[in-house]
C-alpha cells in the first residue's frame, strides 16, 4: 500500500549538514573516548605527573598465558608535547609498553619515583597527534593477575614531566625484541 506522508523530506542540503556534523562527532576526540580512549588534556603544572588522569586497571591470567591490559590514549595539542604515563602503585611487578601512532614501542620495567619497580614511559617529544595504546603485564610475562593504578598526561616539551624520555624502538625492532623473549634470550 502506497500512501503519502505530510512530513515534508528533508532538503540535500539538510542531509549534507547532518552528515557533516555527524562525521565531525565520530571522528572527534570525544567521540574517540566514547570508543573506549581517554583523551589526555595539555596540563602546564610542573610537579611530577600533577593533572594526571588516574585509572586503575588489571591483568590476569587466560590458562597458562598472560592476558595483560590494554588501554588507549588520544593526545593533542597545538604545541610541541610530551606524553607521559606512569603506573604509580601496583600488587604485582609490572612492565608497560606504549605504541605510538607512527608505530615506535617505548617499554618500561623500572621507572623509578617513589615506586621503584613501577614502570613509567615519557615520549618527549611526543611527534605525532593521535591514539597512544598502552599494553601493562606481569613484568616477567607470566600468567598471573595483578592490579595497578596508572597515570597518564601531556605537558609542553621543556616540563619537568618531560625530563628523560623513554627510548623507542621501531616496529621492527619491537618484532625482533619479541621473538628474543620469546626464544627465552631477553
Known amino acids: 500500500m ?4 505530510n512530513q515534508a523530506r528533508p532538503s540535500f542540503r539538510t542531509m549534507i549538514v547532518a552528515a557533516a556534523v555527524a562525521i565531525t562527532l565520530y571522528a572527534s576526540p570525544a567521540a574517540q573516548a566514547e570508543n573506549g580512549g581517554i583523551v589526555l588534556q595539555l596540563k602546564l603544572c610542573t610537579a611530577i605527573n600533577c593533572g594526571a588522569t588516574a585509572i586503575q586497571g588489571r591483568f590476569n591470567p587466560n590458562g597458562t598465558q598472560s592476558n595483560p591490559w ?22 604485582k611487578d609490572t612492565e608497560m609498553s606504549v605504541v605510538a601512532p607512527y608505530g615506535a614501542v617505548f617499554t618500561s620495567d623500572n621507572g623509578g619515583g617513589s615506586c621503584s619497580t613501577c614502570p613509567r614511559v615519557v615520549i618527549s617529544p611526543a611527534f605525532s597527534n ?3 595504546t598502552a599494553v601493562v603485564n606481569n ?18 616539551t621543556g616540563n619537568p614531566n618531560c625530563a628523560s624520555p623513554t627510548v623507542g624502538l ?17
Open 170 to 186: 621501531s616496529p621492527m625492532t619491537a618484532a625482533e625484541r619479541i621473538k628474543m623473549r620469546k626464544a627465552g634470550l631477553r
Open 130 to 132: 593521535g591514539i597512544y
Open 70 to 91: 590494554v588501554g588507549q590514549y588520544w593526545a593533542s595539542a597545538s604545541q610541541p608535547f610530551c606524553l607521559r604515563l606512569q603506573v604509580t602503585n601496583q600488587n
Open 139 to 156: 613484568a616477567n610475562g607470566a600468567a598471573a593477575e595483578g592490579g595497578f593504578f596508572l597515570s597518564g598526561a601531556i605537558y609542553p
Open 2 to 5: 502506497n500512501r503519502k506522508s
